[in-house]
């Protein structure tokens, strides 16, 4: 993945509003509880629904991206490997 691939995911899953981006060894990890329910410990609906969305988007923009949408606890989080 080029830096500039790296850079565009990064403006995309900022574009949101309410995910945070950390970069790992070769991986993105973009996690969020904005609308998750802390104190029962579960996601948000929202959350998720955005996270699937912008998989998909990341997906159909960068070929051989690999992308997992999971969730621990209230936490969801889009996690893209290269």
Request: hydrophobic share 35%.
């Amino acid at each position: 993945m080029t830096i500039n691939e790296k850079k565009d995911i990064i403006r995309r899953i900022m574009s949101v509003g309410f995910f945070s981006v950390k970069e790992e060894d070769n991986s993105l990890v973009c996690s969020t509880r904005k609308h998750g329910d802390i104190e029962n410990g579960t996601p948000g609906n929202e959350d998720l629904e955005t996270a699937d969305l912008k998989s998909i988007e990341i997906l159909d923009e960068v070929p051989g991206a690999r992308v997992t949408v999971d969730t621990v606890d209230e936490w969801t989080r889009i996690i893209i490997r290269f």
